[in-house]
Structure formats: C-alpha cells, structure tokens
C-alpha cells in the first residue's frame, strides 16, 4: 500500500479547469478498430481497383526499372471466392474471406509485438499496486514544485534526445504510463502525458541525427556514408523539437493548467520499498536500452525481461502471490485493446502484398518525383514517402522499397543523395505521427488510454505545422546544394 502523503494544492483561477483530465475528448468517440477495420476493407478494394505488378529485388532490395504489370484476373466474382490461393497462381484481387483472414494472421505476424504490450502493461499494474508510481512522482513533483515549464522541456528534451540520437522508440512504452500519471497528478488529462512523450518520439525521428534504425539503411542505398550529412538534421532537430514544447506548453494552458497554482508536497524521504522499486525501475531501463544495441534484443527477449521486472517488483514490494497476479492481469487488460488494433494495422499490409499492388503504388509515386526540377522533385518525394507510410509503416522497410527508386531519380532532377533521404526522414517522420496503421503509434495510445480518434484531433495542427516547416527546409536543402 502507497503511504498516506500530505498534499497541499490551492485551486486555480476560475476559468481554469485542471481538475477534469478528461475534458478533451467528452465527444463520443469512434472505436479505433472500426476505423482500422475501414482501412482493411479500403485495402481489399484497392487490390481491384489497382494493377498488380512487381519489381525485380535483389538481396531484399527493389531494382530500379525492373517494374513489370502482372497479368489479373480482376473479376468481382472473385471478391466472394473461397479458392485458396496457391504458389504460382496468376496475380488476382484478394476476396473478402482473404480479407479477414489477414487479421488473425496480421496478429500471427505480430504477436511478439503484442505480448510485449501486454507484459508491460502488466508490469506497470504491478507497480501501482505497490504504490512506487505515485511515491516517486510526488517527490519528482515535490522538487519542482509542479513547474510544468520546467517538467515539459526537461523531459521532451530528454526523451527526443534518446530517439534522434539512438533511434529508441519502443524503449519508450515504458515511459508512457509515468508521463500519464504525472498528468493526472496534475490536473491534466491522459492525452498530455501520451503527447509529451510521443512528440519527442516523433521528433527524434523527424531529425534521425544519428539513428541507426534510419540512417543505417536509408543513406548506404544512395551511395553515402553512414551518419554523413548531420547539418541540416540537426537544424531540423532544433526547429521541430522547440516547436514541439511551444505546443505542448500552449495545450496544457488550454486544456486549463494554471501556472500559478501554489503546490506544495509535504517533503518526506521515499520509504524503502519505494526507492529499491523505483531503482531497480530507472536501472532496468537502463539495461533494456543497453541490451537492445549490444545484444539486439528484441520482443520475446524484452517480453522475458517485463516479466521478470514485474517478479522483482512484486518481492521488493511485499505483495503476495495472488495479489501480485491479479495486479498483472489487471495491467495487462488496460491494453488488450492493443493487440486487436496492432493486428488490423497488419492486415492492410498482408492485403496490400497478396493483391500484389504494393510495387504498382510505389511505381506510380515514383513518377511524381522525375523530370519536374529539384524543388518540385524534393516535394513529390516527400509527399510520397508520406502517403507510402500509410502503406509502409516500418521505418527500415520504407527505405528498402523506395530508396533505390528514388535515389537515381532525385539524381536525374538534381536532387542530390542526402536531400532524397532527408525527404523520406521528414515524409516517414510525419506521417507515424497520425497514422493509424502504425503499430508504434497504437502501441503508444494504447498503453496511454487515447483514442486515435482523440489524438488525431489533438495532433492535427502540429502535423501540419510540422509539414509546412518540413518543406521550407528541404527547400533550403536543395538551394545550398545540401
């Protein structure tokens, strides 16, 4: 059980409304599943409505001008089919049977992804029930005095510096639930705490100063050396990320944070239990970031690592057995919700790759980017790499498919090698802001208990902030001959 604190808040000036975290998003919401479940079906109808074609690829690579159109048996018949489609078969539209059948396989794909949500939220129910969360938060508070312009861009700071720097992204689910409940603490809804680190996130992938998870793939397929080329990304790191707390700061004022409230935490030593838990917490991280790049842990490895954090937490913590796994199951059904979204977001891929239109979308953005002027090209080549992020919301994968396609083509424009990737960073940074089938992005919300619908409303502007300061500066990337 947390420990009783005395905690002294002096209500705010009228007009101010900290003490209803939900008053944005009071509309009725529409069910992310319903709008993924929208996006599948528009998947199932654009196998018909598209030719299906390929590029040749060599070691998983696309081979520019190798596209050819397949031939297709596009009848609408086929869309009530029940024929299993067999290796070897000429290219068709995918049947609705086909269509959600991608789903469970989309979670079949997925499931690593989708466990290790799942244990993470477990383990942060875990550690509520301990009370460690709040115990540490009050004295975070407590040192602050609640000084929301000093907590905002110390964090997003931080955080963003974590993800342009070492391409941390999942590392952060972590981080999510804390920043939640800070919010709370504060009188702010769950949406600030879910913004304040997912911003940072999305900055630090805007920039990808030296992100490896990008720039290792992106920038040895035009011809560059890994890394090369920072200028321009870090004045992109600098532009979007103080841009990004301006905004985050304007939204607590209007969501109703009144800067001027008195709050004073009674300042009392945390109790041991705490302090070994919240260690062990910090520590953990710690590990799962070193772990992650020296031993490239992935999913299974960190889902085993939740689990066994949240056995250290509950011994720490004195629970006992059948509380402690009531409190895991608990946390974990706050994000159940996850691996169903995680699941449609796939879906749409799997359906995209079986219709075999994948490749025809791609040829067809491609021609955007050619023979219009380096400026026009470098535009066409970011708004392709944000309309193929939808399709595409892998990082890594974006890259292998477009960047040997548009790095002779940007050449043929003038626009040069580092230009064409700091398009696809700044058009695939944007897009995983709002998209609803990034897994990244519904693994965030999900862990945060924000709708993407509510989301989508409150990062609207930003996005399109964002996309205006995007274009000014690949403008003056191909005016200096960057």
Known sequence: MTEPRHTTITQPAAGASPGKPDAIGQRKQINPAIILLSIVLLAIAFTYAVNSGKFQRQNGLVVPGSYQVLEKHDSLSQLFSIEPR????????????????????GIEKRAGLIFMVLFIGGMFGVLNKAGAIDAGLERLLGMTRGNIYVLVPTLMLVFSAGSTFMGLAKEFILIVPLMV?????????????????????KIGYLASITNPVALSVAQPMVGLPIFSGMSMRIAAYATFLLVGIV??????????????????????????????????????????????NRWGWKYHEL???????????????GLG?????????????????????IGLATAVEIILSTGQVLDT?????????????????????????????????STSGQAAVTMPIFGPLGQLSGVSPQTTVYAFLLGNGLTNMITPTSSG???????????????????????????ALAMVLLAIAVTTGY
Do not use: C
């Open 86 to 105: 067999k290796a070897g078969d000429a290219a068709r539209p995918v049947s609705l049977v086909e269509g959600f059948m991608a789903i469970p396989q």
């Open 441 to 467: 992005l519904l693994v965030l919300l999900a862990t945060a208990q924000v709708g993407w619908g509510q989301w989508a409303r409150y990062i609207l502007p930003l996005f399109l902030i964002y996309t």
């Open 361 to 393: 979308i791609v040829n067809s953005l491609a021609s955007v980017v050619a023979d219009h002027g380096p400026i026009v090209s470098a535009y066409g080549m970011f708004l392709a790499q944000l309309g193929l992020d939808v399709l595409i919301p």
């Open 247 to 292: 905004f985050v700061l304007w939204s607590i004022r209007k969501q109703g944070f009144d800067a001027t409230a008195q709050i004073s935490f009674e300042h009392k030593p945390l109790s041991v239990r705490h302090l070994l838990n919240l260690l062990v917490l910090g520590s953990g991280v710690g590990f799962m970031v070193y772990a992650s």
């Open 181 to 201: 409940a800070m919010a709370n603490r504060l009188g702010l809804s769950n949406l600030i705490g879910l913004a304040i680190v997912t911003i940072s996130v």
């Open 303 to 317: 889902s085993a690592f939740y689990l066994l954090l949240s056995v250290v937490f509950s011994v720490i913590a």
């Open 321 to 341: 057995a059948s509380v402690a796994a009531s409190a895991f199951v608990d946390g974990m059904k706050k994000v159940l919700i996850a691996g169903v979204l």
